[in-house]
Structure formats: C-alpha cells, structure tokens
C-alpha cells in the first residue's frame, strides 16, 4: 500500500537558520506529492506540489524537488522565521482521490 | 471569499450521545472529503463523496455515517460516540479530486465525554 515516512519532529531552529524537512515514500504508479502545513487551531493548507519526477515545487520560500529515484519529496527553505512556526505534513495522491498523510512535523522558530 | 466552512468549531457531547457535524463549500467543488485526525497523528480520510457518489474507506468503523443532501453541504453523523472518537474532523473539497489540490476547512474538534 501507499505510505509517507516524515523526520520526528518537534524541529527547533532559531530565526533565519536553513530548515529541511525529509519526507520519503512508498507508493504503486506515478503519484503527485504535496506538502501541507497546519498552522495552529487551523486547518491544513496547500504549501506546495509536485506532479512528476524532477519537478521541483515552491511557495513563500519553501522548496521542494520530485526525486523518483530516492522516492523523496524534502521541504527546503532557505531562511525560516518565527511565523513559520506550525506543523508541517507530507501526503501522496496517486489519482484515487485520497491523500496519504505522513505523521506530521513540527517546526519551532525561536526569535 | 470562497471557502470551506466547518461548524461548530468545538463541539463536547456524552459516550454514546449521537453528534453531527456540518460541512459547507462555496468553491462549488464536486468532491467533499472527511478526514480524522487524533492528537500529534497525521489526517485519516474516513470517506468522501464524487457528486452523490459515496466512497467509503475500508477500515472506517460502521459508527460513522455521512450525508450530502446537494453540492454544497456535506454532513458526518457519529451515531454512537466512544472515548476513542475524540479528534480533530477536517473537511475538504477538490474539484474533481484525483491529483487535485484539496482545500481544507479549519476543523470541528470533538470531545467526547
């Protein structure tokens, strides 16, 4: 079956340091990848996604790259700040209209 | 501004106390999803619906039931409530689902007593 393996969290980093969440996946077909983030007492929201190998998605800073052949999908970002703070997920959807979630990572930017 | 909209925002009810729980798109979206999502655990779909086309997942428990009366509006209905059932309820649409990008509505937590 499908699956979203995510790095543990809670991610601690202090303000402007290089974030990289990793994200690998297990999965039948070609599926899209997308990362979601939930900020606190909110819902999940569209961060960025990928459709097919090598593309590389991007969204306020986040960046994130399709690589088929390690079956990853890591989030980037050059320059985290405190209002990057929330919970960040992976998820695969391989056309059967159903996300499969990673278990989540949260990231703590400390001013 | 087009949007899901999820209420009540927090709801407590009783151990075996029926509850629902209301969904609302204004994206004019055909598919309308429910996910589950316990404490520090990743969303679980539970079910989703392709216009009036009910699609439920294997290992949902019999407990949960959903409703859409027409496009816009989407319901679960918990009909016998346990401990266990206590979580975040994420609602979220997509166009015609497959790769498409789901919105999510910001969640009903649900406590059960």
């Known amino acids: 079956g499908n699956s979203v393996t995510q790095m543990e969290g809670p991610v601690t980093l202090s303000e402007e340091a290089f974030l990289t969440i990793n994200c690998t996946y297990t999965?039948?077909?070609?599926?899209?990848l997308f990362w979601y983030v939930q900020y606190p007492g909110e819902g999940l929201q569209l961060l960025l996604k990928?459709?097919?190998?090598?593309d590389k998605g991007s969204n306020k800073g986040f960046e994130a790259t399709y690589r088929k052949e390690t079956t990853s999908f890591h989030l980037e970002k050059g320059s985290v700040q405190v209002s990057d703070s929330a919970v960040y997920f992976c998820?695969?959807?391989?056309?059967?209209?159903?996300?499969?979630f990673g278990s989540g990572t949260r990231l703590q930017v400390q001013p | 501004d087009a949007m899901v909209i999820q209420n009540p925002r927090y709801q407590v009810t009783q151990f075996g106390k029926p509850v629902t729980l209301s969904c609302s798109q204004t994206?004019?979206?055909?598919?309308m999803y429910w996910y589950q999502q316990k404490s520090s655990q990743a969303p679980k779909l539970l079910f989703h619906?392709?216009?009036?086309?009910?699609?439920n997942e294997a290992d949902t428990p019999d407990n949960f039931q959903s409703r859409r009366p027409n496009t816009s509006f989407c319901f679960l209905d918990i009909r016998s409530p346990g401990l266990g059932d206590t979580a975040m309820y994420l609602c979220a649409t997509s166009r015609r689902g497959g790769e498409e990008t789901q919105y999510f509505g910001p969640g009903t937590r649900l406590l059960v007593l």
């Open positions: 994206l004019n979206h055909n598919v």
């Open positions: 619906y392709y216009d009036k086309d009910f699609n």
């Open positions: 990928a459709t097919k190998a090598d």
């Open positions: 998820a695969l959807d391989t056309g059967r209209r159903a996300l499969t």
């Open positions: 999965a039948t077909g070609y599926p899209s």
